[in-house]
């Protein structure tokens, strides 16, 4: 039943990713509390709520930056970043490359 919880916050995410998605708002539609939410996912997953939301945006980001020539700022914009810096600052981040960077290494055509 536990992991029932976690699977369809993962479902969730990777179903709402481009939204602006609160852990306020997914703890609200599981009827828990935020902070019972936050413990839980960390403790079934290792990571936090945003950890999991920013790691399901890159994936996508990668998959557009892959498979398109689409602008930064639109795959940004695309995958749920409304500020572009912030962006490219978690891309890198995760990926130790800048998304124009990643790009250039990963073309898929």
């Known amino acids: 039943e536990h992991y029932d919880i976690i699977q369809y916050v993962i479902h969730y995410l990777e179903s709402h990713y481009a939204e602006e998605i609160s852990l306020e708002q997914l703890a609200y539609k599981l009827n828990m509390s935020p902070t019972y939410l936050s413990g839980y996912i960390k403790e079934k997953t290792g990571s ?28 940004g914009n695309r995958i749920g970043y409304r500020n572009v810096t912030s962006f490219i600052r978690m891309f890198k981040k995760i990926t130790g490359q800048t998304p124009g960077d990643y790009r250039k290494t990963n073309w898929v055509r």
């Open 48 to 75: 936090n709520f945003s950890d999991q939301l920013n790691a399901i945006r890159i994936t996508k980001a990668k998959e557009l930056l892959q498979t398109t020539n689409m602008p930064i700022q639109e795959v």
